[in-house]
């Protein structure tokens, strides 16, 4: 199993640009979710996924979007990058917290920096 | 008041020292509680999850007090290995989603 995959590791953008960041997992998780860390500021829940077809925001969702066509994937769309979207992304998948799912199993995250 | 919350650190200690740190959390129909490791520039990664009568792995050990809404984690003999941030977690009943601490960075010296 490989697990969970992000790409890009590295990306840079200049502002107004938009990009696709992808995540896929293999383990047959329901739950997958996207979240940012910058320092000082912690884990940041950005948008999750209960199931294929059914996404919701989390803490910080503005200029995100996100969509769950498949259960293996959950690509972060950032529609117009601004350089506070600087930062570290992780995406994660788990079975459903909600149903005692504990273990989240992270990517290894996309460097983001948008100049 | 942040749900989740950690003493930021860093905890400097000698090899072989016992640290410990704890997580406060404010929602009292938590739940589910967990220590998360990262590593520098790594992910995150399960360390332990917390059960209400305590657990033990090898040289770790995590508590939890449901009275003062806290949870604890111990190190024992301290290894280089274990410098790293730890991350405190909870799931909320009914709720879909986790609630991340900020972390506690320990430094082990040799």
């Known amino acids: 199993n490989a697990g969970v995959t992000q790409t890009p590791k590295f990306q840079v953008l200049k502002t107004g640009q938009s990009m696709t960041l992808q995540c896929a997992q293999d383990m047959n998780h329901e739950y997958m979710s996207w979240y940012r860390q910058d320092p000082g500021m912690g884990l940041r829940l950005i948008h999750y996924s209960v199931g294929a077809g059914i996404t919701d925001q989390g803490e910080v969702p503005n200029g995100y979007n996100v969509s769950r066509s498949t259960t293996e994937d959950f690509p972060l769309r950032l529609l117009s990058a601004a350089p506070s979207q600087t930062s570290v992304y992780f995406c994660a998948s788990s079975n459903p917290p909600k149903r005692g799912g504990s273990e989240q199993y992270f990517g290894p995250g996309t460097r983001l920096t948008v100049t | 008041r942040k749900e989740v919350e950690q003493d930021p650190g860093p905890f400097n200690v000698p090899e072989g020292a016992t640290v410990a740190f704890n997580c406060t959390y404010s929602n009292s129909a938590s739940q589910s509680f967990f220590w998360y490791r990262q590593d520098c520039r790594k992910e995150p990664k399960l360390l332990m999850s917390?059960?209400?009568s305590g657990n033990e792995d090898g040289r770790f050990t995590a508590q939890l007090n449901r009275a003062s809404q806290y949870i604890s984690l111990l190190i024992r003999d301290s290894k280089l290995s274990d410098s790293a941030t730890y991350l405190c977690v909870v799931i909320i009943s009914g709720y879909s989603t986790l609630t991340f601490g900020k972390g506690t960075m320990l430094l082990v010296s040799p």
């Open positions: 917390v059960y209400s």
